[in-house]
């Protein structure tokens, strides 16, 4: 596809089937993703990939670690907030967290935006092979046991949680966005 055809076209879709993903085609694109720009070649990226009933244990994760943070709510509140926290990986069949891991080589400003061109590769790469992506954090995304959990270390951020699949239709989603026009001052 045009590459600009490919770029407008890609939106965030959380409504997909639960038609397995192959893990030929995630590593696939995982090696897609990984061609980002990044200064002194550091790559400061990893990935962790969810499927099947590991994705029900991250939920039990996210929920363990989400109950101890409902202080204030109400009980109801509070159970409707862990609920959501435990089903969400569920959303799709497959889950890629990706997380920015400074080297210190660079400021780290530099390395995670070089994990957020590995994002948008991602993206892109998924959406030209038909799948459905949306890219999710929340407070749960950067919270520090979770990472123990995901194996990151701890100086390591999660960018977002990948949520894929094969689409449930086919979508038309209106989408804009503000002219680069008016954000840009030309200096010639
Ligand atoms: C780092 C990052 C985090 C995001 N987190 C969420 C999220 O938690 N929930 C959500 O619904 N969308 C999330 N999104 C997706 C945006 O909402 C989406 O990209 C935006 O609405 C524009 O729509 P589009 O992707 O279809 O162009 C996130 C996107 C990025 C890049």
């Given amino acids: 596809m045009d590459i600009a055809k490919l770029i407008k076209s890609r939106r965030s879709i959380g409504a997909v089937s639960e ?3 192959p893990d030929e085609v995630i590593q696939e ?5 990984v061609w980002a720009p990044n200064h002194r070649k550091t790559e400061p990226w990893k990935f962790r990939v969810f499927k099947g009933d590991a994705r029900v244990k991250l939920g039990e994760e996210m929920a363990r670690i989400t ?15 862990i609920e959501k926290v435990r089903k969400g990986p569920l959303r799709a069949p497959v889950l890629v967290i990706l997380a920015a891991s400074p080297t210190g080589k660079n400021p780290e400003i530099e390395e995670v935006v070089a994990a957020g061109c590995v994002l948008q590769n991602l993206l ?12 999710r954090t929340g407070d749960i995304a950067h919270d520090p046991e979770l ?6 270390e701890e ?3 999660v960018i ?3 949520y894929i699949g094969y689409p ?3 979508y038309n989603i209106k989408a804009q966005r503000v002219p680069a026009e008016e954000k840009t001052i030309w200096f010639k």
Avoid at 29 to 33: G, R
Avoid at 67 to 81: D, Y
Avoid at 125 to 131: D, F, H, Q, V
Wanted: hydrophobic share 40%.
């Fill in 67 to 81: 109950k101890k943070k409902v202080a204030g709510l109400s009980e109801e509140e509070a159970q409707k907030k």
């Fill in 124 to 135: 892109l790469a998924a959406t030209e092979k038909g799948l459905a992506t949306i890219c």
């Fill in 19 to 21: 038609k397995d993903v």
């Fill in 147 to 152: 990472k123990q959990y995901l194996k990151l």
């Fill in 29 to 33: 694109l995982l090696d897609i993703a």
């Fill in 155 to 157: 100086h390591d951020k």
């Fill in 168 to 170: 449930k239709q086919e």
């Fill in 160 to 162: 977002g949680i990948v």
